[in-house]
């Protein structure tokens, strides 16, 4: 069973930083797509960042530059580092893995969820 655990979230000042972990189990990560997702209140789920089994890596247009995606296959862990943190970027932010090839920011195209965790970025 697929088990994937987000952790990190938490509340900063604008400029700042924080780091997401995404701790997966029931399976081998780096046989997975995994991707960051975030949705904030009245607005729809959106893709943060990906990255695929061979470490080629996705990004929206709205981070590049800000946050970067990456994985320990050992540990099958996820990451997310988020630097100059913006208020926009409050929500909760998901860990999600698929099975298919290939980079992509549509949540749609993934299968495995966690709960997410909250960022909050105040002015």
């Known amino acids: 069973q697929v088990q994937l655990v987000e952790s990190g979230g938490g509340s900063v000042q604008a400029g700042g930083s924080l780091r997401l972990s995404c701790a997966a189990s029931?399976?081998?990560?780096?046989?997975?797509?995994m991707g960051w997702f975030r949705q904030a209140p009245g607005k729809e789920r959106e893709g943060v960042a990906s990255?695929?089994?061979?470490?080629?890596?996705r990004y929206a247009d709205s981070v590049k530059g800000r946050f970067t995606i990456s994985k320990d296959n050992a540990k099958n862990t996820l990451y997310l580092q988020m630097n100059s943190l913006k208020p926009e970027d409050t929500a909760l932010y998901y860990c999600?893995?698929?099975?298919?090839?290939?980079?992509?920011?549509?949540?749609?195209?993934?299968?495995?969820w966690g709960q997410g965790t909250q960022v909050t970025v105040s002015s």
């Open positions: 999600a893995a698929s099975l298919r090839l290939g980079t992509s920011l549509d949540p749609m195209t993934f299968g495995y």
């Open positions: 029931g399976y081998t990560s780096s046989r997975y797509r």
């Open positions: 990255i695929d089994r061979d470490g080629s890596t």
